[in-house]
């Protein structure tokens, strides 16, 4: 992948209907900021430069990206930029528009930072695409059986180009019927996404500025537009509402548990274990009930870890026991039985 490509995170969400004293995504999702899901995903699928477009409680943002960037000095910094006054999606990249001239020759990834289930391999495959068709734009799209509150992917129905994308309060009828939607993530060639940015305008039901004008735009000058189809439907689940926010974890906390026994980690009942997106479990380790782990864990082989167990950010080495133990940033040597409630820091 090219130096010059880049991504742009849009964060500037207040996110009301959480009712939270932080922006919306800083909200965790298995103890992990939907903000920071989307980084690692951006960062894993190999773009490096990042810029976070920051706006309600910034600082708050910004200071988690000071954090973040201290403690992982080989990944380069992640960037943010303001935004101010939040005028919508097509606003807020282009508060990113000296960040955008700086990666010119290249493509950028636009990015929802409260949607945290975009996988690298989705970015990857839709890059792919994105350069093997020659597009100005691609919009990442999924298919979902109820689409109501999504934008619309409309098509050519000779070319099966994208013809427009429509959001659901500018929708007609006939439009409200597609089920092919909107993610809110593309990737764009980041020359002409400047050439038009500043032609946005907020002429709409919303009176905001839409990123999805860009896409008019480009196909209005005579660029290549298109759709990359995803068949996971996850990549456009986010969160508006505490309850949504149950939903993901939910989510997150089946897809985690069953890749970690389908690499030979038993879990004989699920009951109040939770598993952080970040540990990794050897194979012959049995998970009991009531067990957390969370942070950069990493659990060896032949552990028995439960019941009732707390780990964070510690190392455990093979063939231990931890029955009702609290361990917090510590190292476990391999073949150690800690005896019940032991607290390690």
Known sequence: MPDQNCAVILAAGEGK?????????????????????????AQSAGVESICVVAGYMHEKVEEYLAG?????PD????????????????????????????????????????APFVTPAVIREALDDHVQSGNSVTVISAALDDPTGYGRIVRDPETHFIRAIVEQKDADPET?????????????????????????????????????DAVRLLIEAGKKA?????????????????????????IAREQILCAHMAEGVEIPCRDGIIIGPDVTIGSGTC????????????????????PNTYVRDSQIGDCVTLNSVHCDGSTIEPGQSIAPFTVLK
């Open 68 to 72: 973040f960037n201290a403690s992982c």
């Open 17 to 41: 209907r959480m009712k939270s004293n932080r922006p919306k995504v800083l909200s965790p999702v298995l103890f992990k900021p939907m903000l920071q899901w989307v980084i690692d995903s």
């Open 226 to 250: 298109n759709a990359h189809i995803t068949g996971d439907a996850r990549t456009v689940l986010g969160a508006n509402d505490c309850l949504q926010l149950n939903a993901l974890n939910s």
């Open 287 to 306: 998970i009991l009930p009531g067990t957390i782990l969370q942070g950069k864990t990493t659990v060896g082989c032949g552990c028995i870890l439960g």
């Open 176 to 212: 409200l019927s597609i089920r092919e939607i909107n993610s809110g993530a593309f990737w764009f060639k980041t020359d002409d996404l400047l050439e038009i940015l500043s032609r946005i305008n907020n002429h709409n039901a919303q009176g905001e500025y839409y990123l999805t």
């Open 75 to 114: 990944r380069p910094n992640v960037l943010h930029v303001l935004q101010k006054e939040r005028k919508g999606t097509g606003h807020a990249v282009m508060m990113a528009a000296d960040f955008l001239s700086s990666h010119r020759g290249g493509n950028v990834l636009i990015l929802n930072g409260d």
